[in-house]
């Protein structure tokens, strides 16, 4: 099956810094999600990225599928961005089933 | 974006009783659903793929008669813990394809939160 690697596993920022999270992928996919996972557990859609750049607000995600990674872009952090990022992709030949990366765990200090 | 309602949030139950955790689609109709089990500190797991008017597929290693699911309607899917142990004690959560985007985006519920006595 598809491999899912992100990293960094831990992040800690100030709060204002920005950052990178990324994610490598094993296989071709037809379908890649960001999603954050607040401290209630509750996952949030951030991106649908199977390829390109998308932006939204403070929040911008590339997908380089023909090298297999996507990366995260958070700017001027916040302390309500703390939670766990996931990479979710739903690879070529493993009928619509999402992957999960283990996450990046991002606490944003004031 | 679209909903998907999880419900309970929490359940906390004796050992050997079942509990009941269902899961709608409020503004799309999904013929596919799927069930995660999430550890603390872990990543999601899929568990199983629902399928409406059809058996569910397990993924390698869940039992199927221990974790029972119903998809009788292309809003809702419903997973049944059986016989719950304490070590079923987990974070349960589902998603719902939506067929109105391309290629199908899932979202996913709230998460039910099981602690079994």
């Known amino acids: 099956g598809i491999q899912v690697e992100q990293s960094p596993p831990d992040l800690i920022l100030q709060e204002g810094a920005n950052s990178t999270l990324r994610c490598n992928f094993s296989?071709?996919?037809?379908?890649l999600q960001w999603f954050h996972q607040n401290p209630w557990g509750q996952l949030i859609n951030l991106f649908y990225?199977?390829?390109g750049t998308k932006q939204n607000g403070r929040l911008s995600a590339t997908t380089v599928a023909t090298e297999r990674y996507s990366l995260l872009y958070i700017s001027s952090s916040q302390t309500t961005d703390s939670g766990v990022y996931f990479c979710?992709?739903?690879?070529?030949?493993?009928?619509?089933?999402?992957?999960f990366g283990k996450g990046t765990k991002l606490t944003v200090n004031p | 974006g679209a909903v998907v309602s999880q419900h309970p949030s929490r359940v906390i139950c004796k050992s050997g009783t079942s509990v009941k955790i269902e899961c709608r689609s409020l503004?799309?109709?999904?013929?596919?659903m799927f069930w995660y089990r999430q550890f603390p500190k872990q990543s999601l797991m899929l568990m199983a793929t629902?399928?409406?008017?059809?058996?569910?597929?397990?993924e390698q290693g869940v039992e199927k008669d221990k974790f029972l699911i119903n998809h009788a309607s292309l809003t809702l899917s419903t997973l049944t813990v059986t016989s719950a142990h304490p070590e079923d004690s987990s974070f349960y959560i589902c998603?719902?394809?939506?067929?109105?985007?391309?290629?199908?985006?899932?979202?996913f519920g709230a998460g039910t939160r099981l602690s079994v006595l």
């Open positions: 998603s719902a394809r939506d067929p109105g985007t391309s290629p199908n985006i899932q979202y």
């Open positions: 296989d071709s996919v037809n379908n």
């Open positions: 990225i199977p390829s």
């Open positions: 979710a992709v739903e690879w070529k030949g493993g009928s619509e089933k999402l992957v």
């Open positions: 503004d799309f109709q999904a013929t596919t």
């Open positions: 629902s399928n409406e008017g059809s058996k569910a597929t397990y």
